[in-house]
């Protein structure tokens, strides 16, 4: 089991430590080898995705980050900004798709925006294929036309495409509840009327998962209406953008959220969804369980370690049972922590 650590920019070296720290308290023999992404990577050699990096990222199963990006490198010419890092790597790597779960903790239902019966408990994945779509698609751009600006997109799926990313999903949803719901367009786009076919047609290898399809402004209603009606989620670039945010937002708590990329062979990139935090970097106080939780999906989705998985999920819901918060996901009458001991508390809870 290589993995390729990656702490990156602002918190990422603090959130990254104690996930380390709750890996190597497994008992799990793993190679961890550390290198520079984003800023860091600049500052030492001037390109945010440098070689030595590349090469590393390369030979693991597995790459674990935290984040990348502040204010020190917002000035610099694009090509050298540390997000460039990122999108180098998920291109070099082929990442296409993207695993983002949506947990709220019963404990966490008052950080949400909606009310608490709607969503404590909620446990959803959304899987977004990352690489194609209308975000992608050729020809695209502004032009004059008649004497006026027009502009214009093309969307577009090639059938092993949505099969590639629809194969994802099932695996995934085996793994959780066995409901996967396919979300399309199809009422109004032929590119997703060939998205609910395959995905229809993939059904039968998958014979113990129940696939439903719901059209995309629905599938947004559903999700404030009802989420807890959803285990996973599977759709297209735009669609899944969207989708994705609007469900993480769900919860309230983005220093909770990890997400996942993978390629054809599983091989992943696994991150907090937020980002470097620069407001409260340094100091302490940023909520590790995100990165932590991004481990846990990195064992169950690239090392198929279900046990290994759970063995950390468990910790992070002891954890906050016992009522220890970081500041951002803190209310009055918890035990505020900062960053390492809330890493310490997990391992406790282990
Ligand atoms: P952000 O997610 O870094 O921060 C938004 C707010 O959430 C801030 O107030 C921050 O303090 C808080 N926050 C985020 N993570 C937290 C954590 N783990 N614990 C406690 N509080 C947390 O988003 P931003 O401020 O828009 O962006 C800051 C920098 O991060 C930018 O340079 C941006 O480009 C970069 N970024 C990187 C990624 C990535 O690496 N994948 C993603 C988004 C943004």
Redesign the pocket.
Same mark, same amino acid.
């Given at each position: 089991m290589k993995i390729c650590v990656l702490p990156?920019d602002? *918190?990422g070296p603090e959130?990254m430590a104690e996930a380390v720290r709750v890996l190597q308290a497994l008992d799990l023999k793993f190679e961890l080898e550390e290198a520079l992404l984003?800023g860091a990577a600049v500052d030492a050699s001037g390109d945010p995705y440098p070689e030595a990096t590349r090469k590393l990222a390369r030979a693991a199963d597995a790459v674990l980050? !935290?984040?990348?990006? !502040?204010?020190k490198w917002?000035s610099l010419p694009r090509e050298q900004r540390?997000?460039r890092g990122?999108l180098g790597i998920r291109k070099d790597l082929g990442l296409f798709a993207n695993l983002r779960p949506a947990i709220l903790y019963p404990e966490l239902a008052n950080a949400s925006t909606l009310k608490p019966e709607i969503v404590a408990g909620l446990d959803i994945l959304i899987v977004r294929e990352l690489t194609g779509d209308i975000y992608f698609g050729q020809p695209r751009g502004i032009e004059n036309r008649n004497g006026e600006r027009y502009g214009f997109n093309t969307m577009h799926y090639t059938e092993s495409e949505i099969r590639r990313i629809g194969r994802v999903a099932f695996e995934a949803a085996r793994k959780r509840n066995k409901r996967l719901c396919s979300v399309d367009k199809m009422n109004v786009l032929e590119t997703t009327q060939l998205w609910r076919d395959v995905m229809t047609e993939l059904a039968p290898e998958y014979p113990d998962v129940e696939l439903s399809h719901m059209l995309v402004d629905n599938a947004a209603m559903q999700l404030v209406r009802a989420p807890k009606q959803f285990d996973v989620m599977v759709t297209g670039n735009m669609f899944g953008d969207i989708l994705s945010d609007e469900a993480s937002m769900l919860t309230g708590s *983005?220093?909770m959220l990890p997400s996942a990329s993978l390629d054809a062979n599983n091989k992943g990139l696994y991150?907090?969804?937020? !980002?470097?935090?620069?407001?409260?970097a340094g100091k302490g106080?940023?909520?590790?369980l995100?990165?932590i939780l991004s481990a846990a999906m990195m064992l169950r989705y690239t090392f198929n370690r279900e046990d290994a998985a759970s063995r950390i999920e468990d910790a992070v819901k002891k954890v906050l049972a016992q009522g220890y918060r970081?500041?951002?996901i803190f209310e009055p009458g918890a035990t505020k922590v900062g960053t390492k001991q809330m890493g310490d508390a997990v391992l406790a809870a282990l």
């Open positions: 990156g602002g *918190i959130i984003g980050l !935290g984040a990348v990006g !502040g204010p917002d540390p997000e990122l *983005i220093g991150e907090p969804s937020h !980002g470097s935090a620069p407001d409260i106080v940023a909520n590790p995100a990165t970081t500041g951002d």
